[in-house]
Nanobody, 119 residues
Framework: QLQASGGGLVQAGGSLRLSCAAS????????MGWFRQAPGKDREFVAI????????TYADSVKGRFIISRDNVKNTVYLQMNSLKPEDTAVYYC??????????????WGQGTQVTVSS
């Protein structure tokens, strides 16, 4: 199971940190991803992190602003979001699966957390 939290309302230029707590056996070995979905749009890739935390990949739209990390002792993945823009407004989902930017490659999804960035 995945439990996402940390969303909220923030002004443009502000920061938020999302968390995704994972439960289950061997969750620390599983690549984890963050995706987001804005109203009327398809779900899009944001960032991935490998099971050991060494490998990361970001969407071009968030590169240099967002940082994905994980604490395998706490079985938690984080998404630090800085310099937020109104276009970052979306429901953010964490997911567990293989190391891929394709949402169809992920079998397990959290419930989503709303991020709203005001201008």
């Amino acid at each position: 199971q995945l439990q996402a939290s940390g969303g909220g309302l923030v002004q443009a230029g502000g920061s938020l940190r999302l968390s995704c707590a994972a439960s289950g056996r061997n969750s620390y070995r599983t690549p984890m991803g963050w995706f987001r979905q804005a109203p009327g749009k398809d779900r899009e890739f944001v960032a991935i992190i490998s099971g050991n935390g060494v490998g990361t990949t970001y969407a071009d739209s968030v590169k240099g602003r967002f940082i994905i990390s994980r604490d395998n002792v706490k079985n938690t993945v984080y998404l630090q979001m800085n310099s937020l823009k109104p276009e970052d407004t979306a429901v953010y989902y964490c997911a567990a699966g293989i190391y891929s930017s394709n949402s169809h490659d992920y079998n397990y999804w959290g419930q989503g957390t709303q991020v709203t960035v005001s201008s």
